[in-house]
């Protein structure tokens, strides 16, 4: 089997596997995760910080948005995200793949202001390598080299954390990886 056949076997089995859990398993997995980024020291120090809204049970972070940092959202234009501020309370709108995106009128939020980004991954290795839903958004943003830099947070429930990933040329590793478990630190 090829990387790409193979990438999209695991992607397959671990989207039915999340969406296989309970509402109240998958409810109670997502606080632990929130809990475990609360006392995570990158998160506690942040004051902006990039995150999403939860699609097919993803780990839902929802409990976060209130707590008092700026959070930024992305909207899929084309093959890019873009990121606006986004508060609760404010509106937002269906975008691509059904996603909840912030209004486009948003603020947009820079790159040099951005502290911490927590992004979504339907499986993560211990080296840090994420596998996601085969857009390459991620990809590509953490190519780019305004964001290169900026530390990252994969957020999967534990069942998503494998030893070995298979990865390719593009792929950065994250910084750390968050699941109900605990906050693992990579190493580089
Ligand atoms: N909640 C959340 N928001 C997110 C992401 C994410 O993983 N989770 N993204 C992370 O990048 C971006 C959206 N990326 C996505 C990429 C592909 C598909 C998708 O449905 N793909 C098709 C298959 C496409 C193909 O194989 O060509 C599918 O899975 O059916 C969905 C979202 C930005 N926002
Ligand atoms: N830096 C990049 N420049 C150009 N194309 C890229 C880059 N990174 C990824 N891609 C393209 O994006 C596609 C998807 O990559 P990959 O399978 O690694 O996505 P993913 O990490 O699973 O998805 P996502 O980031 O959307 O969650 C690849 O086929 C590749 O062609």
Redesign the pocket.
């Known amino acids: 089997m090829n990387i790409k056949e193979k990438k999209k076997q695991l992607r397959t089995e671990i989207i039915t596997k999340r969406a296989s859990l309970s509402a109240t398993d998958w409810q109670e997995k997502s606080k632990k995760i929130c809990k475990n980024l609360e006392n995570h020291l990158l998160f506690q120090e942040a004051k902006t910080i990039l995150a ?4 097919r049970q ?1 780990p839902d972070l929802t409990t976060l948005f209130s707590t008092n940092h700026n959070w930024g959202f ?1 909207r ?1 234009v084309n093959k890019s ?1 873009i990121w606006h501020s986004w508060q609760p309370k404010e509106p937002l709108l269906t975008g ?2 059904g ?1 909840l995106e912030p209004s486009p009128n948003a603020p947009v939020i820079k790159p040099e202001n951005v502290d911490l980004i927590l992004i ?2 339907v499986a993560c290795d211990y080296n840090g390598y994420r596998l ?4 390459g ?2 990809d590509r943003l953490l190519n780019s080299p305004q964001w290169h830099s900026i530390p990252t947070i994969g957020i999967i429930f534990e069942f998503a954390l494998f030893s070995q990933l298979p990865y390719e040329h593009w792929d950065q590793k994250l910084k750390a990886i968050c699941t109900d478990k605990d906050v693992l630190s990579i190493y580089t």
């Open positions: 999403y809204f939860s699609i993803e992305p899929c995200l691509k793949y996603i979504p991954a996601g839903y085969g857009g958004f991620y």
